[in-house]
């Protein structure tokens, strides 16, 4: 009984590795061009995700100051421009500015995904948070 182990008792341990990672993969969903909405913001994985080509992908780093998960809701308003976050949802992105490769332990990570939460959860626009004043706005990721 002492045989090889096989690929099969390495499947625990690449599990663990993407639960610790704090890493989530999800689909690109086509952005509104109007309306108002609400999603999860995560920090963008850029060297994991692919945002371009047929099949697209976007890795998502989790803020390690809360399990891995989103970092908070961000509101808003889909605009022609892209999506422009309410006030608050603003001073929320605001505060990241500079602060997200400790928040999520990938030290390439400087933009979050905006994610639309459902069945099936898809990425819909991207920002680079700022701290400088004035409106915040997401472009789409299907554009």
Do not use: I, Q
């Not at 603003?90 to 400790?102: C, F, I, M, S, T």
């Amino acid at each position: 009984m002492g045989g090889r182990l096989g690929w099969r008792a390495l499947l625990p341990a690449a599990a663990l590795g993407v639960l610790l990672s704090g890493c989530t993969g999800v689909g690109v969903a086509e952005a509104p061009t109007e309306g108002t909405a609400s999603y999860e913001a995560w920090g963008l994985n850029e060297a994991s995700s692919d945002l371009s080509g047929g099949d697209r992908t976007v890795v998502l780093n989790g803020d390690l100051e809360h399990d891995s998960k989103a970092f908070f809701s961000v509101d808003g308003r889909w605009r022609a421009d892209g999506f422009v976050l309410d006030d608050t949802s603003a001073e929320k992105v605001r505060a990241l500015a500079g602060r997200l490769p400790d928040r999520t332990g990938d030290p390439e990570c400087r933009r979050l995904v905006l994610v639309a939460e459902g069945l099936v959860d898809r990425a819909v626009a991207v920002l680079t948070p700022e701290a400088s004043g004035g409106p915040v706005t997401a472009a789409p990721l299907d554009g």
